[in-house]
């Protein structure tokens, strides 16, 4: 599984996602973000609704990317 960084919002309060996963065609896009001024126990997930599905390993390895780095 091929797990990319793809865009930040610029105010580092959003990282958006790529994932591809071994041996399939599809590629999952989401994206963690906070608003502004809130902390990471306000942290939200969202999932592009055309991606279909992420698998549960890169949403874990994203939160952990994203709480050292949001």
Not at 37 to 58: K, Y
């Amino acid at each position: 599984m091929a797990i990319t960084t793809i865009g930040t919002d610029g105010d580092d309060r959003a990282i958006e996602f790529l994932v591809r996963p071994e041996g399939t065609p599809e590629e999952g896009h989401f994206a963690i973000f906070r608003e502004h001024g809130r902390g990471w126990e306000d942290a939200r997930l969202t999932i592009d609704p055309a991606a279909g599905s992420v698998p549960v390993a890169a949403v874990e390895w994203a939160v952990e990317f994203a709480r050292e780095y949001l």
